[in-house]
């Protein structure tokens, strides 16, 4: 693989995943009446521990798992039943009222201190694993193992990906109080309720794959994988 095949590519899978403009209206719901300079502060905060976190399993690999003796199958089970979790709280309306606090005391705080505050409740689940989830967390290992015949200059595309894609996250997340305007409250709840459903989804899906990987013959494969394109070769018996 070139190594401009691989930025592009890299770029492209790990946007895909952590999906910084789906994630917009949540983190409008959890920032929700904060003052625009400790908003920012936040995205920074989030942007900051992506990148962090991500170059870490980039260099490590799969180390970390290992050291623990954690399956990726365990990783993306885990990770699906703790987003399962999240998308029934924002399906019932819990997620914004566990967030309702977000702009109390604002005026006694600096935006510092407001945001290291608010960027400890966002950690889980927010920053892990809905944005760095096992889906991220693998495809920076799988393009760390391409990477590396590269050598230097692989490491080096790595980290200015995982970097740019932090900076978009970012940048996404300075936009919320656009789309709080827009959507007002009603429209925030509305939203954040349909991102939970597809959430709840996504969770069992993660699970799925999770056990389909860890078994054999228990999940079929078009349920584990049910937008894979088929061989062209493949006919129907």
């Known amino acids: ?43 920074v905060y989030i942007g900051l ?12 690999g799969v180390g970390l798992l290992a050291f623990f003796g954690i399956s990726m199958p365990a990783f993306r089970i885990a990770g699906g039943i703790i987003l399962f979790i999240l998308g029934l709280d924002m399906v019932r309306d819990d ?3 566990m967030f309702a606090d977000a702009a109390e005391g604002v005026e006694d705080q600096s935006p510092r201190a407001y945001a290291r505050q608010r960027f400890e409740r966002l950690i889980v689940p927010f920053a892990m694993p809905l944005l760095i989830g ?11 193992a391409e990477a590396k015949p590269l050598g230097l200059a692989g490491a080096g ?11 978009v996250v970012v940048a996404a997340f300075w936009a919320a109080p656009l789309i709080s305007r827009v959507l007002g409250r009603i429209g925030m709840s509305i939203v954040v309720r349909v991102l939970g459903l597809i959430l709840c989804a996504l969770a069992v899906q993660f699970v799925m794959m999770g056990v389909g990987d860890a078994t ?11 937008y894979a394109e088929k061989a062209p070769y493949a006919e129907k018996k």
Do not use: C, W
């Open 216 to 226: 054999r013959g228990l999940i079929r494969g078009d349920a584990q994988n049910p």
């Open 134 to 144: 096992p889906g991220a967390i693998s495809t920076v290992i799988i393009y760390a």
């Open 157 to 167: 595309i790595g980290v200015a990906v995982i970097v740019a894609v932090s900076l």
């Open 49 to 60: 521990f992506m990148t962090a976190f991500l170059i870490f399993f980039y260099f490590t």
């Open 95 to 97: 997620f914004t009222t």
């Open 1 to 43: 693989m070139t190594e401009a095949k691989l930025a592009v590519n890299f770029f492209v899978a790990l946007f895909a995943l952590i999906d910084p403009i789906g994630n917009v209206p949540l983190f409008a719901a959890a920032t929700l009446g904060a003052a625009a300079a400790g908003r920012r502060m936040v995205a």
